[in-house]
């Protein structure tokens, strides 16, 4: 039995008395007790407990102890080694003087300022080709999604070969237009360049998530659109993008969150056991710079209070585009 | 954050995205033009996302000096690379570990997620909110900062160089997946719950025999992101795993990268061929179950 959900519209499954007895009649496969007794289950404590416990011990060992120990540890010398020592705010001053934090959280920053535009403009491209491509877009689903499938170790892999300066496939492909292609994986200014457009290939999963969202889009305000005049352009503005923002919205967060963190690719391709003859500065991402402080030179709590600065900064990224968002995102039932 | 309760209606978007606009029959030559556009600029863009696969799979058929000669169809193809790279490398080791900490990682996942999403979809009491909140909330903290105490964990268990640190963590469920499969048990309707309680089943009973065959669709989706995941991770394995045979196939890359890479003399022809080994069963994965992935992340993206 259903309800109708006033506020949103929707029909919303409730548990009515009349449906249950019919149901009840109907004999269970299990052993069952031998008298039924009907129960109210409202302030369930005990039987909700064995079942969030797993829940509730992951996240008091492996989430809430942790976010405390590194803040403690942030507040510390430590190398795994030996106990740590405190030396109070000394990590984050050193973290304010350390050229290095300041270049990779700079280089961070860079990439996602370009790798998200870009990367949500191509997906929503793709997703409207695919909306406009009828039966056919069903194969090109398949192809585009593939892409997503690659281990991040083989995408670094396939950006060293296709991107390599002298002899890689982008730069012969660039050759054929006369173009000199620039030395994507050793020339600093275009490492960044390469790793964004390298990650362009994956756009797979948020083109399915848009194509969904449009699929969605009922036709009716298309047809009115029409009739009220409007071309292409205008439906796509002010009929598409309003009636989707809200999984483009979600595509937005989850890819900027993604890139501030971005890691394997970048470290895969540019640095490895020869740091020393093949480190390269403008690949070096705030996680990279975090890992190789914690794991390579084992500053555990220097490596903390790095990783407390990135979590301020997605937070306040995350936050400012929330904000942002409440002016465009449309909830469809908001107004109704 | 306020999750609305949804209606039967959430269980249809599991359904594969499919068209639902079919063409009418009778078209104008305008929109047949537009449609042959269309159709021409996505075969465009097929053949750029799917050239450096074939791209890759042609290269490691190529001896070395020829690896970069951007020919798809090689002169002599030759099995000879991966002759080399099982030489080289304990593949079959690597192959061997990195499956057993797939499986078991997707299995843990799974089991303990939908245990936790089904405590917070059926059971009503005090604080239910609360603690969903902190289930959200706990998928934005950035692994950066758990990663140390966690590393120090293991550490102090004596699971260093051992690959338990890279799936055990999973027996606890898992934010994402936890939220994914709720909305699944919140579609499902109450009165065959409230039935079988009647009939007198017990709790388990109803979660593992009710609950869990009702979202199976659910559990796959959650499977094979996992197993894609655990996969394809490179961070964890080069935290906790130190000795070669220990490895996972992402990290043996990573190795041949750095020693026939970095390390000086290149031999393309080994760590290209290491990758095709590396992709290749993530592609077999992607094409059994090429209907999930999409569903599961249509599904996804739709709660905004």
Same mark, same amino acid.
């Given at each position: 039995m259903t309800v109708q959900d006033g506020r949103r519209g929707v029909a919303v499954p409730t548990h009515g008395t009349a449906p249950l007895q019919e149901v009840a009649r109907r004999r269970w496969p299990w052993p069952g007790r031998s008298r039924p007794r009907p129960r109210v289950n409202r302030g369930d404590w005990k039987p909700a407990l064995l079942f969030l416990l797993p829940w509730i011990v992951g996240f008091a060992v492996f989430?809430?102890?942790?976010?405390f120990y590194t803040a403690y540890l942030s507040l510390t010398d430590y190398d795994v080694i030996n106990a740590p020592t405190f030396v109070g705010l000394d990590n984050y001053e050193r973290l304010v003087q350390d050229a290095g934090a300041r270049r990779a959280m700079g280089n961070t920053l860079f990439y996602t300022a370009l790798q998200v535009p870009l990367y949500v403009l191509f997906s929503l491209f793709l997703a409207l080709l695919l909306n406009q491509a009828g039966r056919a877009s069903g194969f090109f689903r398949t192809v585009f999604f593939l892409p997503n499938m690659t281990p991040p170790v083989a995408t670094g892999v396939l950006l060293l070969l296709l991107f390599n300066g002298q002899d890689g496939l982008v730069n012969e492909v660039l050759g054929w237009f006369g173009i000199n292609g620039p030395a994507w994986t050793t020339d600093p200014q275009w490492v960044k360049p390469g790793l964004i457009l390298m990650s362009l290939l994956s756009v797979g999963g948020s083109v399915i998530i848009l194509l969904a969202a449009l699929r969605n889009v009922p036709q009716e305000l298309y047809d009115a659109a029409m009739v009220d005049g409007a071309g292409f352009w205008r439906r796509t503005w002010s009929v598409t993008v309003p009636?989707?923002?809200g999984p483009l919205f979600f595509v937005i967060i989850v890819n900027t969150i993604a890139a501030l963190q971005s890691f394997t690719e970048a470290y895969t391709a540019f640095f490895g056991v020869g740091t020393s003859t093949y480190s390269n500065d403008a690949a070096e991402f705030y996680a990279i710079h975090i890992f190789r402080e914690a794991f390579e030179f084992l500053r555990m709590g220097y490596a903390s209070a790095l990783a407390w600065l990135l979590f301020v900064v997605i937070m306040i990224i995350t936050a400012i585009q929330v904000v942002v968002s409440k002016r465009f995102v449309f909830y469809e039932?908001?107004?109704r | 954050m306020t999750t609305p309760r949804l209606g039967l209606d959430q269980a249809a978007a599991t359904v594969p995205v499919e068209d639902t606009r079919v063409p009418d029959g009778r078209r104008s030559w305008g929109s047949r033009l537009v449609r042959g556009v269309v159709v021409l600029l996505l075969l465009a863009f097929s053949v750029l996302f799917m050239y450096p696969f074939v791209w890759l799979v042609s290269a490691s058929l190529k001896p070395r000096e020829q690896v970069f000669d951007n020919r798809l169809v090689p002169e002599n193809p030759t099995l000879a690379n991966y002759v080399s790279v099982w030489q080289e490398a304990p593949m079959l080791l690597w192959i061997g570990n990195t499956v057993l900490v797939t499986v078991l990682a997707a299995v843990a996942v799974t089991i303990s997620s939908a245990m936790?999403?089904?405590?917070?979809?059926?059971? /009503?009491f005090r604080g239910r909110n609360l603690l969903f909140g902190l289930v959200l909330a706990s998928m934005m903290l950035p692994g950066a900062v758990t990663m140390i105490p966690v590393f120090l964990i293991w550490n102090s268990l004596g699971q260093i160089d051992? !690959?338990?640190? !890279?799936?055990?963590?999973?027996l606890f469920g898992s934010a994402f997946y936890i939220f994914l499969l709720r909305q699944f048990f919140l579609g499902l309707p109450r009165e065959i719950f409230e039935a079988a309680r009647v009939d007198g089943a017990g709790h388990w009973t109803m979660f593992w025999r009710l609950a869990i065959p009702l979202c199976r669709p659910a559990l796959v989706v959650t499977l094979i992101f996992e197993f894609q995941a655990a996969w394809t991770d490179l961070m964890r394995p080069l935290i906790y795993l130190r000795d070669s045979t220990n490895y996972?196939?992402? /990290?043996?890359l990573k190795a041949l990268l750095d020693r026939y890479g970095f390390g000086g003399e290149w031999h393309w022809e080994i760590i290209v061929t290491a990758s095709v080994i590396t992709t290749v069963p993530m592609i077999i994965l992607f094409f059994l179950a090429q209907r999930h992935f999409v569903s599961g992340i249509a599904t996804t993206g739709s709660k905004g």
């Open positions: 989430t809430a102890w942790p976010v009636m989707i923002s039932g908001e107004n | 936790v999403a089904w405590g917070f979809a059926y059971y /009503r051992t !690959l338990t640190p !890279l799936w055990a963590g999973n996972t196939i992402p /990290r043996g």
